[in-house]
């Protein structure tokens, strides 16, 4: 399984980013994709999710109303549309693929990718 995560760089505080996540070596829509972000010195977090077939999303309240979670499963790829970032959004984001059950956040993951910077100045 190969889950390579891309878009990310260094912003300013207000703008709009997107990473995408890539996968390879499983059945895509057979997995609940989620994101996870990790700050400096902090542990790795929760930040998104989207079922199978992308109808049911759920967010951690951090980024609610202002990030997006969105799948394409005739590309294998997931999206994570980020809006009003602000520089407690600075991290290394993750996409994971996991869950066999929608309800239980954050999902039980199976693979993660290798990250991608995301960096917000303020």
């Known amino acids: 399984v190969q889950l390579q995560a891309s878009g990310g760089g260094l912003v300013q505080a207000g703008a709009s980013l997107r990473l995408s996540c890539a996968a390879s070596?499983?059945?895509?829509?057979?997995?609940?994709m989620a994101w996870f972000r990790q700050a400096p010195g902090k542990e790795r977090e929760f930040a998104a999710a989207?079922?199978?077939?992308?109808?049911?999303?759920y967010y951690a309240d951090s980024v609610k109303g202002r990030f997006t979670i969105s799948r394409d499963n005739a590309k294998n790829t997931v999206y994570l549309q980020m809006s009003s970032l602000k520089p407690e959004d600075t991290a290394v984001y993750y996409c994971?693929?996991?869950?066999?059950?929608?309800?239980?956040?954050?999902?039980?993951?199976?693979?993660w990718g290798q990250g991608t910077q995301v960096t917000v100045s303020s």
């Open positions: 070596g499983l059945t895509f829509s057979s997995y609940i």
């Open positions: 994971a693929a996991g869950g066999n059950r929608w309800g239980t956040f954050p999902p039980v993951v199976y693979s």
């Open positions: 989207t079922s199978w077939s992308g109808a049911r999303t």
